[in-house]
Structures are given as structure tokens and as C-alpha cells.
């Protein structure tokens, strides 16, 4: 398999001097053509700040990023970003074929083929009925698969997403999560996907990069041994499924800092690792609910 | 009940409170005539030549100031709103400028420009210039970071973020700042025409006849022949603007009360 994606010392800093603010310290990955690479890494770590170095938006301080062997100035041309905001990310004076068009303005001449392939993008994502509707009048699901559609439609060598499903209900981020499987499976798409959230890496990804907490750097690269067909309910209950999350829930418990002030009573109470990850895991589901019920 | 009929019943009850006052004799029917006898004028003014020139040239002196308006806060406003340094180095003046009501301006502009149909354009688009400009620099300080970097991310060089993103986005917010500008043009042309002693124009027709013949009848219905027109423009752009921007949220917030 050729590399699409190859990130080598890629480090970036806010600001100057000793007030700087370093949010990703000498990250080096690769992603192979055709793979979906999920990163995942708790709140606040710089995941976003590295995906913004790879789509270009970004200048990084050091290290580079190159794309199918080209090295990445400015913003590529054949990348595409998801991200999680979709009510912020849809040009809301534009239709949905407005917006899934928008990128294709200056990649295609001709109007009638830009309206074709805002067409299939759209059939895609399962919208071709929602084209001369307007953002504000679609579900946030239904929003963010014209996001996913307006990328698709660029035909991207690289498909980037921050935490794409994270605005979204439970049940819709479900139903997202089978929607990329499975347009990925028909178009052979590269993805790199940043979440958040343990299960959902597992779930998504070809393979998993786990990042440590700010400074981000890479902690782990799992390979996900699950089967190209996955289902929400047998994949999540599967052994292997379990185990690969209670690993990477492991690797980000232990690679927190230690607290500043003492732990509450429950917390200081643990000892055993096991205990701990669980722990961990707990307050992920929580903190995935609290988003939804928002 | 349609709308259009509840809205009318405000304006039903207050000419009834007007007639009422003249009739129960609560105010002297000449300094207050009853509505009756002012639409009575009305028609006839309508149907005089004079009035309806009066009333034009009212028309094309508003017309013209809003458009000068447009055609100079338009670029201002994108110019200063896109270059901080332009916007702080002018900000102590047009903050200086801005709140001098243009009325104090009239003696000057009879000394500089007389008391024909320049000057009320000149004051009418001093006037109305402000809402525009200031609602496209506030907009553009408001656009949605993210919306720029998905314009980026998708390969558009800074120039074309501006005219696909910024001034679409831009746009809605302008249009209400000429909504209020339509308003304030319309009031400061009938009070340059009424105070620098216009010879033509609806405000010039007011005090003409209230100096003259001191005909409260014909000075009250010239009022409300502006008060119409207004009333016109303001619905016209509100609808037009309702249609335009069915995707703003300021619009849609409106449309739906």
C-alpha cells in the first residue's frame, strides 16, 4: 500500500517565548492509501491544531507534512476538511447543492458537471431529495451529511474530520458512523478522523493513533483487527472490541499528567489499573452524553 | 383575522381618537382639524399640479441621497471593515462626525451650497450614510471564523473568501442598514426642505402654507402624504428584503412575527 499521508516532526506552538503555548511536540505518522486513521486523544490535547497543520489552514512551527510524496504549502488541493461544527461550516445563504457545489466552483468548469457531481455526492449521503433546501431547514444530522457530501464531491486524495459526529444525538451518530463506513467501502476514500471518543476510533478506524494529553504526541499505533463489515450492535459487542478500547482507555489514563491538587477521595482510592480504565471510560460515555444532550 | 386588517385597526383607532378630540371640543378645530376635513384637502392637493411636483421633487432628492449613500458606504464600509489599521486610524473622526445631528448643519450648508436641491441631498445622505456603513463593518467583524476556513480549506485564495463568503454574508446586514437609512433620508430631506427655506418639495409646501394662510387642513395632510410614503418605502424594502435573505436569521426572526 502507498502512503497518502506522511506527518514527519511536526510540532506547533501559540505564541512566542515562555508565555508560548505548545500544543503538538514532534508528531510523526503516515497514512496509507485507502486507510481510515482515527487519532484520538482527550479534550483539549491539540488535535485540532494538528489537523489544521495538515489541511494547510495552519502554518506549523517545525516539521512538515507531505501529501501523496508532496510536501504540503498552503492549502492542498485535493484535501477536504469535515468539521464538527456543521451549523457554523454550511454557507447558510446557499442551498444544499449551493454548498456541495461551492468547493467544485473552482475545480470544475463546467456547470452542468458541477451540478452532476453535487448530485451524486448528495445520493451519496442519501439526499438527493433535499437539494433545494436550505441549511437551516435540515436536521443536524441531515446538516452534516451535507458537509460529509460537499467534501465527497471534491473527490479529495485525503479526507480530514475533527470530531464530525460529536454535535450530533446518538442515534444519528450512529447512523453517521455506518453512512462513512460505508461510503468510504463504495469510493475508496482516504480518511483521518479525530475524535474524541474511545469507541468510536475503535468502531471507524483501520487503525488507531493515540495521542497523550497537550503537548500532543503519539502514545500508541493500533491496528484494529476487526472485519471491513461492521455493525453497531456484534462489532461493539465483539472481544476484540472491548479489548482494543479498555487498551486505549488504559494508554490514556496512564499518560495523564498527575494532578496538580489531591484527587478526589474515589480517585485516590484506585489502585488497580483495571478499576482506573473503567473509571476512565465512565466518564467518556459521560462526557459523549452531555455533548448529545446539549 | 389576516394580519394586514389587525394592523389596520391601530391606525383606525387613533384617526378616531383624532376626530374625537376636535368634535368633543377638546382642541380648537383650526390648530387640530378632524381627519374628515384633512382627507377632504388631501384629495384635492392630489389632484393640484403644484402639490404633486412638491411631492416629486421630494421623491427624487430622497432617491438620490440614498443612492450616493449606498454607492459611498458600500466600499467604506468593506474597505474598513477588512482593514483594521484604515478603521483605527479614521475611527476618531467618524465617531466625531457621526453624532452631529444634520440639522445643525443647515446654516453651513446655506452658506456653502444655498437652499436648492443640494442641499437636502447633501444633508439627506449625510445622514444615512452612518446605518450602512456601520452595519457592514460590524458584519464583517462577524463573520464566523469557521466559515472562512471551510471557504479555505476548500483551496480559495483570501480575494475570493472575501466575495464568496464575506459579502454574501455581509449582505442581509447591509440591507437593514438601508432600511433605517431610507427612514432618516426621507426625514432630514422634508426638514432641510421645511428649515432652509426650499423653493420646491413637500417640506417647502408645509411651511409655505402654514406662513401664508396658516391652513392647518393643507399642513396636516402634506404630513400625512409623507407619513405614507414612508410608510411605502418601508414596507416595500422590508418585503423585498424578507424574499432576498430567507436564509438570515435576522430576516427569519422578523418573518415569523
Redesign the interface.
Known sequence: MSTMLEVRGLAHRYGAGPDAHVAVEDLAFTVAKDELACIVGPSGCGKSTLLRCIAGLIKPSAGEVSLHGDRVVGVPDDLAVVFQDYSRSLFPWLSVRGNVEFPLRTRVGSRAERRARAQEALGWVGLSDAANKYPWQLSGGMQQRVSIARALATRPALLLMDEPFASVDAQTRADLEDLLLRVRRDHGSTVLLVTHDIDESVYLGDRVLVLSKSPASIVADLKVDLPADRDQISTRGSSTFVELRTEIARLLHDRQPAPAEPAPAAASASSSDELAAERFLAAEREEAHQKTAT | MRPVYRNLIGLAGFFLIWEGVGRVGLVDPTSLPPPSEVAGTLVGLLGQESFIRDVIATMLAWLIALGISIAVAVPAGLLLGSLPWLRSSTRVLIEFLRPIPPVALIPLIILTIGSGPDAKITLAFYASVWPILFNIIYALDDI?P??L????????SRA?VLA??AL??V?PFAYTGLRLSAAIALIVTVSTEYLAGSQIGVGAFIIDEYIAIGGMDEVLAGTVVIGFVGYLVNEGLERAGNRM?????TT?AEALT
Open positions: 464566523d469557521l466559515l476556513d471551510t471557504a479555505r480549506s476548500f483551496g480559495n475570493r464568496t463568503v454574501p454574508h449582505a435573505f430567507r436564509w438570515s436569521d427569519r
